[in-house]
């Protein structure tokens, strides 16, 4: 049971290597990979094309119109870190800017997912500090409790995949086996595209025409 | 930690007393007593008004386009309950009718909370079934995990508060203390709103004017 | 092939009895008996609560800001009918208000769906006359050509069913068959809500426990 | 020129013969009578069906998640007043509730209009006190200075008029002038409607044949 | 009159050099010589900036969270042909990425329209397959039946005109007329925008003083 | 007091050294100089990437579906200035192409602010000439009055300044103190962004961690 109104300072990251590893296979296949679960509302986009990174969450909630606690968690990252911003009412008020990002960068944050406004677009831009914007929501408070980042869950030191197709939040504790299955997403992948290319079609490939059949589609020419 | 693709069967409920209990104090105040979280968006609301009900969380998890589930959640609800259902991606099917409302009803559930459609509006508005609407996005699986409705974190055995003024979620860890909180504000409200009422301004009541100055407010005539 | 600026005369009807029967079916039985299709968005519902009509659709096409072909259709509305108006562009714009109401049920209109602004909502609501509202959507043009009317493909002659659970078009080819169905749903449904009332559950009154089980489902206790 | 953090007291107010004489004739004919303008975001709506209030306007200025203000204005409330509440960004706090609306009535207040959430939804209704809810954008700031509410330029002293249709502002130069066009349109109105309920189309009676010929409008049977 | 559950394998086309030719005068245009009607939604644009497409629709209806019906139109599809996917609900979802796009282009698509989410952006992007975004609305069923897809109604055979302005539809019929009317629009506009260009004003161009001041335009120094 | 169809051709502009100047503080660095005011809806975004403007604002108000006014606002124009265009009701139409673009640049506009739909944004882009796009709400009438744009207040002869940040207005009469606010703010961060650099907290900066003791923030380890 978390408290509000705290700081935890000794949250359990997941592994650097796993949450490094999952960037690569982007947010599309990892949110396959995890049974299609885990993905924030399709609103969140990074602010810039062709992004694409992974890393530990740490988590803070903030009170509409107030960013004090963007000051506080800022000591808490750690290299490798993603911030994901939780907001407890929606908000469209501005919550980062080029400052804050300065400092996030100076403590080795990745990223920053926040749910809300952000300034400062064409610096943070520059930087290659990925924020991912969209509307707000939000719930129970502090930092490095567990937070609903734009309709997904994120406990602090699960893994956040971001890129051009969205933003995913990987379980601490699902993070290994996502990597490897999706993984295995990836190298199958490549066969079957292979095969579509050359003009197979997936009716045959996935063998559909029978369960079709069966499901009553006919064909009128 | 959960799994997924898995009904929980034993969770931990509030004890009824506490839960029953924050019917009567509103969703507003629930809210406010707790420091303004949990609260799911304000397009929750229930289908009629006048709606006022509490009751612990019976949650599930359902992927857009199928109700399965529903019809699994229905064996695990206690009198009592009520069913919060989570949908993994946007959708505006309706999952929910009148058949449904049925066995919720006859297996002791008070309301469904779900962030998605329904039909069969009028027969559940005479039912007195309450089940709230809006938009959709989700979390993790199944049945009795954590989940995430409208925007706030919901797990098996809190306590789900909803009224006109919207939906609240109390953690079960904080529902005595919230209850306590709650009774507090309202007995306390009571005295403030006679002096209101009597003319007496929050200005002075709440003694502002001196905090207002030294903020800078000045007043032109 | 329609032709555009025209206001087609003799349009072909949906019989009157199978038009009329349809209203007490409910959109939602009609929705499911045509397979889940011809519903039109969730936003639009009637003005006033508790709302049950069909009718056959006596189509029109606006321009923003522009209602004089509210005045031409007119002409065209048969006792029974149901208008259904759709804007080539989103506007937000009133089309609609009492003199028109007045007008339509003169000649013998059963209600107006318009995806845009209506006014005089309580003249309207006192008069029983049902306007669905919601925001726009449109197509191709004139009286009596199809049209797209909140996101449902809408010719003249088809049936609208409208309530409290939606708006649903059903194809006047479609419109025999579809009351059969929606009957057959219905008294199916009887037998299903007593079962349900009296505590068997979904999940063995459709069988569905070993399925379940084939896709994976497992308890945890 | 209007400063900001500051407090206007002598605000010149519509009359009030003129301000209580637009209720009765309803927003959407009072927007008609001002050539279409003046009218807030088709969201806006009283909380409660079948209200209908008019009065002059004495704005507020909020920022996000503060609602220090709202005491301010109170004091500012003379008899007959609406208040109007803007916010400098998008919010959905709740910045009112019983409280607040116990002590603007104690003052004479009729309603508030505020582009944001509210809460005690129901107490609010019993009060009859109005409150039009939606989403919210503002400006420049503090106590009866000119706001933005719902997409509406508010100034204090002018006349706000609510009911079911919407809400709309009309500027205090044009009151009376409004009111005596929007008096003149009612009393058009009655014959306009008597004429079209005996079957009389708008098209004869808007001698409407012609232009819409000229138009290029053509029957096709 | 079209059945559901069913594939339609011969459908005429609107011929190719009509289809073509249409992409290189634009959306815009198009829109305006077809009298402005048939653009769909305003959320609805290529992923990438830039692009500039025509084809003839393919069109194929999907249910929520399945897109079998994706391997289905597939086979259907021929070079030049532009797939049209509706949705039955509206849902978030991701139904089209690499795999399927590859498919696709080896069958001869030029792209894809959907109202859906689709994943696999960066890829596509690549491979200059343009498939357009939004939110989703739909209609009757099946592949190569009329379909609305963003607002549009879409039949089979129709061209489909897509670049950074948004997507139209034109109906086959009017497709070689609608070429005709959009060229004579280009031609035209060449040479008005040279006049413009030298600074003589649309008022005296279109001869607009006149009317202006007939309709009540006054000039106030 | 202004009055409706009405052209005012004598405003009085910002100097144009003020109006200058802001543009390259951007939009951010200026809404909080002015104390977080003035910003329009954050769905206002330049068309392109990398637009920094600023001018004085020449206001124009449309009705849905109606562009003549564009034409009688481009004799108004005078070089420097943005033309700010609001309309009575929200529509989707598109007001304003290449044409209109083509007659305002050579009338010496350096953008426009539109509140609506526009076309052709290849061409657009190609000529550097900023058109902001977003969804509508209006107020008064006629050119040269204030308008509502986007939620923000605009006088004629205000100052607009936009960028990726957004779109943000400086009221006339605030310019030249904003100007210096905003270059003030500037040179303070300068020196911030260098100690947030290297490491150094804004926790100690800003001397936060005394008043986030009293508010009651607890570390847990």
Request: aromatic share 4%; glycine share 10%.
């Amino acid at each position: 049971m978390y408290e509000l109104g705290v700081v935890y300072r000794n949250i359990t990251r997941t592994d650097a290597a796993t949450a490094d590893a999952l960037a690569g296979l982007g947010s599309a296949t990892v949110h396959e990979a995890m049974g299609r679960v885990g993905l924030m509302q399709p609103t969140m986009r990074p602010i810039y094309a062709g992004a694409m990174v992974s890393g530990t969450a740490c988590t803070v909630l903030l009170h509409p119109g107030d960013n004090w606690m963007m000051h506080v968690v800022a000591e808490q990252i750690r290299p490798g870190d993603i911030v994901v911003a939780a907001i407890t009412a929606e908000c469209t008020d501005g919550y980062f800017g080029d400052l804050l990002a300065t400092s996030f960068q100076a403590r080795g944050a990745r990223a920053l997912v926040i749910d809300a406004g952000v300034r400062d677009v064409k610096t943070l831009t520059e930087m290659r500090f990925i924020s991912s914007k969209g509307t707000i929501k939000a719930t129970i408070g502090s930092v490095n409790i567990p937070v609903v980042c734009a309709g997904a869950l994120v406990h602090p030191g699960d893994v956040i995949v971001a890129d051009d197709d969205g933003v995913v939040c990987v379980p601490r504790a699902m993070a290994a086996k996502t990597l490897e299955a999706a993984k295995a997403r990836e190298a199958n992948e490549g066969e079957k595209r292979d095969k579509l290319a050359s003009g197979i079609l997936g009716l045959d490939m996935y063998k559909m025409r029978e369960p079709l059949a069966k499901a009553g589609l006919r064909y009128i020419d």
